[in-house]
């Protein structure tokens, strides 16, 4: 094996002890903050995002909430929940899974309208005949309401109905409810809590109402009054 000359060794440690001198100080440049655009390299203070509600570049602290960062005008909403009836047709019946979709308008930050289908379905429970079966209540409501924020993202309302309702089927007349299937007026109250999620477009709440149904007065003539309660999710245009 041939050995290597004292130079060549020399100048090998040389490269390896001034090498990381050199490199060190472009290292520490790299880690010294940059300034964002500020005069004579001072950096520039950066303002909340007012487009986006889940902004992570910045501290929470950056970012006032308000309910003007959340989507208004349009909307659409779907409920789910139960519907049962006191009195008239509610002798004769069990309460049933109450469903309702519907599009509306904010047209101030208190004041909403909304149209909305809906319909519930129940089974009979009276003596026979006829035997038990089941029924459905098809309604199209129209809707106003008047709303109070608490906070950005929570809400309390309350409003009023009118529409048409009608039940389907022939088994209600069998109980001497002849106008069960009459296209009929109703109208009613409710009232309801609104959760607004992050996303500026959704929220969640709980509605819950009373409404009277004329055609489905008991065959004695006692009214009836419809309570429904439900779920529902709302996207804001």
């Known amino acids: 094996m041939r050995l290597q000359s ?3 060794i020399l100048a090998s440690l040389a490269t390896v002890l001034v090498a990381p001198a050199l490199v060190r100080p472009s290292s520490a440049r790299a880690d010294e903050p940059r300034s964002i655009g500020g005069d004579a390299g001072e950096p520039v203070a950066e303002g909340p995002d007012p487009t986006r509600l889940d902004v992570e570049r910045l501290p929470p602290e950056a970012i006032a909430v308000t309910r003007d960062l959340y989507a208004h005008g349009f909307f659409v909403e779907g409920m789910l929940g139960g519907r049962g009836f006191a009195g008239g047709v509610g002798r004769l019946s069990d309460p049933g899974v109450f469903a309702s979709v519907g599009f509306g308008l904010e047209i101030t930050r208190w004041l909403w309208i909304k149209l909305s289908v809906e319909g519930s ?7 026979p005949p006829p035997g038990p079966t089941v029924f459905e209540v098809l309604g199209a409501i129209g809707e106003g ?12 309302w309350v409003g009023g109905q ?3 309702a009608s039940a389907t089927g022939d ?3 069998a109980y001497g409810i002849e106008d069960a299937a009459d ?10 809590f609104d959760w607004h ?4 477009h959704h929220s969640i709440g709980l509605a819950a109402g009373a409404r009277f149904h004329p055609s489905l ?5 006692e009214a009836t009054l419809g309570l429904w309660g439900a779920a529902y999710l709302r996207y804001v245009f």
Do not use: E, F, M, W
Request: glycine share 10%.
């Open 162 to 164: 009118v529409g048409l």
């Open 171 to 173: 088994v209600l007349q």
């Open 217 to 221: 007065a008991g065959a004695d003539g």
């Open 6 to 8: 004292p130079s060549l």
């Open 183 to 192: 296209i009929a007026p109703v109208v009613g109250a409710l009232a309801g």
């Open 145 to 156: 309401r008047l709303q109070l924020d608490l906070s950005a993202r929570v809400a309390l």
């Open 197 to 200: 999620l992050p996303n500026r």
């Open 121 to 127: 379905i129940h089974a009979t429970d009276a003596p």
